[in-house]
């Protein structure tokens, strides 16, 4: 195999389109490997700038050169009632922007499932390998449930997905546990590859960080959440403890950043639980406003259900903010108690409300996790070392690839069968 590699990578989020941390996850891979000298070619869909300027239908950025598919038809809405519609529409634009690029590809990358059918059909018509990453699965978001139509149509396509993958690699070894469990994958077909973050990209402008904490914790402690609004996200147990939380820190303020599905929900619930008039829901932040709000807060709470990873843990500790963690999937790889942050039991809501009361008042102990946590980051997380660990899945499946061909080449290679005439099965006399 030679050491630069033609990659086609198929993503359904990638700047400007991000939604969470997977388009995150795929924008700081594909740059990694680009500058590993390898050919990287990102297929997702249309979006636009923050500003509203579209972004251009073909471009090469930070080395790395991205297509990107016109939703067809436009009317179809990312929504759960139209989710499939929706997500074959997508693969259809995807499928035919990628075949309009052109090139040859060493191996095809999926992430997740909402590209399945683009990945699949690339797969077969280029003849190359496919690698997926499984960041997170539906039976997962739903404790091990499927409890209706549309999760078990979701759930058989991720099984197909994991079928038609020569290598699965997943973000910590919890989901790796989890995807054989489902998919009845061999382990010998599954890999960890954690996320990983650039640590020089969360160092934020100091008047940015002022601006940001005088905007919104001016006379107390601040407390951020960043992340989709979801369920499995946990956002409703960091709301059932802002009372206490408020009482025991006055002047106490809690950001929740992100937006959702159930971001509406969320809002009804901070009223019931008395939390509306100490939150503030800012919406999406992406770009250069997230390390600043990262290291205006004194603590980032990840109060998840269900976590395969946890990106969001591992971008707060290079801003330099102490993480408040529930132990639940890859976080607890991340988020050791009481030495790179603190941790309690998912669900757990007096455990997380006195979590986030000792990073508040123990000003010695936040420095010493802050400091063990930027160094965790350093020594583990960095995307030149996830980059190698890729190719090296990447150059398995290419091995793996080119071992079948040549058993099938041998095999047709056999002697043509010679049927005979009459009746196979006479008995001789």
């Known amino acids: ?24 996850h795929v924008h700081a891979l594909a740059t990694a490997l680009a500058r590993g000298g390898h050919e990287v070619t990102v297929v997702t869909r249309y979006g636009e700038h923050a500003d509203g300027s579209p972004a251009a239908l073909d471009e090469v950025v930070d080395g790395v050169r ?12 990312l929504a759960t009632e139209s989710l499939l519609a929706w997500t074959m529409s997508l693969n259809h634009a995807l499928v035919r922007a990628a075949l309009v690029a052109g090139g040859e590809y060493d191996v095809v990358h999926a992430h997740d499932w909402l590209v399945n059918h683009a990945a699949v059909t690339l ?21 091990g449930w499927l409890p209706a139509d549309l999760n078990r149509c979701i759930h058989s396509i991720e099984w197909w997905l994991t079928y038609e993958a020569r290598r699965v690699l997943v973000c910590s070894a919890d989901m790796r546990w989890e995807v054989s469990r489902l998919f009845e994958l ?15 990209a969360f160092a ?7 601006a940001l904490r005088e905007k919104y914790a001016p006379r107390g402690p601040m407390v951020l959440y960043a992340g989709r609004l979801v369920f499995e996200k946990g956002v409703q147990d960091l709301l059932d403890a802002v009372p206490v ?9 809690v950001v929740i950043a992100g937006d959702g599905p159930h971001a509406e929900d969320l809002k009804a619930h901070a009223v019931k639980a008395d939390a509306d008039e100490t939150v503030d829901f800012i919406g999406f932040v992406g770009g250069h406003d997230l390390p600043a709000l990262y290291a205006a807060a004194d603590c980032l709470v990840v109060p998840s259900r269900y976590e395969p990873f946890g990106l969001v843990a591992l971008e707060a500790a290079a801003a330099g903010t102490a993480v408040v963690a529930s132990d639940v999937g890859g976080l607890g790889e991340i988020v050791e108690s009481g030495v790179t942050g603190v941790s309690f039991p998912p669900g757990d809501v007096a455990a997380l409300t006195d979590a986030v009361s000792t990073v508040l ?7 010493r996790l802050t400091t063990a946590a930027r160094a965790m980051v350093d020594e583990r997380f960095g995307w030149e070392d996830i980059a190698a660990e890729t190719v090296g899945a990447y150059a398995r499946a290419i091995d793996e690839e080119r071992a079948l061909r040549l058993r099938q080449a041998a095999v047709a290679a056999r002697p043509s069968m010679v049927i005979p005439e009459g009746n196979l099965l006479l008995r001789d006399a």
């Open 361 to 367: 008042t123990d000003e010695l102990l936040t420095r």
């Open 204 to 210: 934020a402008a100091p008047a940015a960080v002022k």
């Open 66 to 77: 991205i297509v990107r598919a016109p939703q067809d038809p436009p009317l179809l809405t």
């Open 1 to 24: 195999m030679r050491s630069s590699l033609k990659i086609l990578m198929f993503s359904w989020e990638y700047p400007p389109v991000l939604v969470g941390g997977l388009g995150r």
């Open 123 to 143: 797969k077969h018509h280029l003849r190359a390998p496919l690698v997926a990453t499984v960041h997170s699965t539906e039976a997962g978001r739903h404790r």
């Open 186 to 200: 061999p382990a010998a077909k599954t890999q960890v590859v954690h996320n990983g973050v650039d640590p020089a």
């Open 245 to 253: 939380l408020r009482e025991r820190h006055p002047g106490l303020r």
